[in-house]
């Protein structure tokens, strides 16, 4: 069933949650009425306004598949867990969107399908990463929605792809959420590789206890136009979170990324390093913001943006932010963007090395140091190829 927002009505809203429980009803038609009186995102450089992303329709469940679960761990479709009455979804499911809330939020709350929900029991270290996959087909609005909790001193990985066969032409308007416990750590990986034509709104957020460690690894490829909201909370002391960004563009893809560290705690730690590689006529617009608040005495926030860009057509907008409230803290950024230095290029084509195995190498040095503090070899190596792959004449 779908509509535009004018002819939705909770009863349509009703209709296509019909086996769900009052309490998410209740949430559906509360972020309904928010829709209209919500502000858009605003950027001058990205379209929101006519982004498929956008539509108001009702949206489809993708195919969700997870590989082995080991004993301790729950990871089952997010709609199994709503109907058998999981606690942690009624407490944590949507919650983290509540602040600086917009419509997009809103409108995938009320219309969201599908998805996965996670739990990591109190203790329980994995030695293997988790596997989740979502899968895209073509012509259609999917938003899922993936609820991931770590009870206190769980330690774990998880591997989370979106991806799609060659030719898939679909909207995302999908959402992460992550509660870590006290002493909890995760690192969370993310390959965002769907088809050129796809164009995705992927908000994540995610809220820390007291010592809890979180990393972000992120690596987006595909996508015509991606759109990304990454928001960390650190509220317990001692809390640590990273992220750990990148992204490689060509033709004429849109990448615009946002990445907030917000710090509640005392002595909060966080770090946040981008590195992009842009080709063809790519654009990408990069939003970071170490936001330390009133009484986060001794947080640490510091950021690093870096993009490569391989041609002359390729743009890059790098904004980072400091809000600073309180006095006994540590803060800083840098950002640079800048084209292949053409003297590299010169000195390796002389040596008889190829144009396009000059530019490989180049990023490949580009791109070593952040993918030496990535923790899994595997997904070092993944993210190392995909952008070799990238990489045109």
């Known amino acids: ?21 009052s309490w998410l009803l209740e949430r559906r038609l509360g972020a309904l009425g928010r829709v209209s ?3 858009l995102r605003q950027s001058k450089q990205t379209p929101f306004e006519t982004a498929p992303f956008m539509a108001l329709d009702l949206a489809q469940a993708p195919s969700v598949t997870a590989g082995a679960v ?32 917009d419509r997009l939020h809103a409108l995938h709350l009320a219309t969201f399908a599908g998805g996965a929900f996670c739990r990591v029991e109190r203790g329980v270290e994995l030695q293997e990463p988790l596997q989740l996959t979502v899968e895209l087909e073509s012509g259609a609005l999917y938003a899922p929605h993936l609820l991931v909790v770590l009870e206190e001193g769980a330690r774990a990985d998880l591997i989370v792809e979106l991806r799609g066969e060659a030719g898939t032409e679909a909207a995302v308007r999908g959402a992460v959420e992550i509660v870590l416990g006290d002493n ?4 969370y990986t993310e390959f965002q590789r769907v088809p050129g034509r796809t164009q995705t709104y992927w908000p994540r957020r995610a809220e820390l206890g ?8 992120l690596a987006d490829v595909g996508a015509r136009l991606a759109v990304a909201d990454t928001r960390t909370y650190l509220r317990g002391n001692g809390a ?6 990148s992204f490689f563009g060509g033709r004429r893809q849109h990448f615009d990324f946002n990445h907030v560290m917000v710090h509640e705690g005392q002595h909060t730690t ?16 990069y939003n970071a913001n170490s936001l330390i608040r009133k009484q986060a005495k001794g947080a640490s926030g510091w950021q690093h943006e870096h993009t490569l860009m391989l041609s002359e057509e390729a743009r890059a907008d790098l904004i980072p932010e400091l809000e600073i409230s309180e006095w006994e803290v540590s803060a800083g950024h840098a950002a640079s963007a800048g084209p292949v230095d053409p003297i590299q290029v010169h000195y390796m084509e002389s040596r008889g090395i190829s144009p396009v195995e ?16 990535i923790p899994l070899a595997s997904v070092r190596e993944r993210i190392a190829d995909i952008f070799q792959e990238k990489v045109e004449l």
């Open 240 to 245: 640590e979170a990273r992220v750990l960004a």
């Open 358 to 373: 000059s530019r490989r190498l180049i990023v490949a040095g580009f791109l070593a140091s952040l993918l030496q503090d």
């Open 70 to 101: 080991p004993a301790g761990v729950e990871l089952v479709d997010l709609r199994t867990a709503i109907q058998e009455g999981r606690l942690e979804v009624q407490q944590h499911l949507g919650r983290l969107f509540t602040e600086g809330e």
């Open 184 to 187: 909890a750590a995760l690192n």
């Open 1 to 21: 069933m779908a509509g535009t927002l004018v002819e939705l009505t909770p009863e349509q809203i009703a209709a296509f949650a019909a086996d769900e429980p």
């Open 37 to 39: 009186e919500l502000p």
């Open 210 to 217: 007291r010592d809890a460690k979180l990393h972000w690894i």
């Open 270 to 285: 966080s770090d946040i390093e981008a590195r992009g590689v842009l080709q063809g006529r790519a654009r990408a617009v």
